[in-house]
């Protein structure tokens, strides 16, 4: 059983920047495909990024594309989210989780094998 925890949220000035966490307890980090959606008072959890095993290679949704940044750091079990130029729309709980699978890039939840609780991230205009 893999536990996923985020930390790093909080409540930011548009234009600001922010750097997520998510670290990872009870497998093989290196082993999951890392994804981060995000999901806004009622709407759908939204997908933001992918990282695959080795961290060289990372996918975005067309919204957050060249403002946000995933990385992820097999030693240290963790995946970050570097958000920059930060928008009221970026307002939302933001959610890391892992995939077993085989490739390299999933953008469906269901995809998705085990999930943190999430980090509330806040945008003010």
């Known amino acids: 059983q893999v536990r996923l925890v985020e930390s790093g949220g909080g409540l930011v000035q548009a234009g600001d920047s922010l750097r997520l966490s998510c670290a990872a307890s009870?497998?093989?980090?290196?082993?999951?495909?890392m994804g981060w959606f995000r999901q806004a008072p009622g709407k759908e959890r939204e997908y933001v990024t992918t990282?695959?095993?080795?961290?060289?290679?990372?996918y975005y949704a067309d919204s957050v594309k060249g403002r946000f940044t995933v990385s992820r750091d097999n030693s240290k079990n963790t995946v970050y989210l570097q958000m920059v130029a930060l928008r009221p729309e970026d307002t939302a709980i933001y959610y890391c989780?892992?995939?077993?699978?085989?490739?390299?890039?999933?953008?469906?939840?269901?995809?998705?094998?085990?999930w943190g609780q999430g980090t509330q991230v806040t945008v003010s205009s």
């Open positions: 009870g497998g093989i980090f290196s082993r999951y495909t």
């Open positions: 989780a892992a995939a077993l699978g085989p490739y390299s890039h999933y953008q469906e939840p269901s995809e998705y094998d085990y």
């Open positions: 990282i695959n095993r080795a961290g060289d290679s990372s």
